[in-house]
């Protein structure tokens, strides 16, 4: 299941950084999105097998 949350987060993070060029106003906010998701998707994992 986490694996499933993970890819997930990481495909909207990389879908964020595209549709960040293309959208006309809050360019930096989207973008900015996008990493804390891919960040996000890189982290759980690791958090979650720490335990």
């Known amino acids: 299941m986490m694996f499933i949350l993970a890819l997930i ?7 964020l950084f595209a549709v960040a060029f293309m959208v006309s106003s809050f360019q930096g906010l989207v973008f900015a999105l996008g990493i804390l998701a891919v960040c996000l998707a890189m982290a759980l994992p690791m958090f979650k097998s720490a335990k």
Do not use: I, K, S
Request: glycine share 28%; aromatic share 28%.
């Open 9 to 15: 987060l990481f495909l909207g993070g990389l879908f």
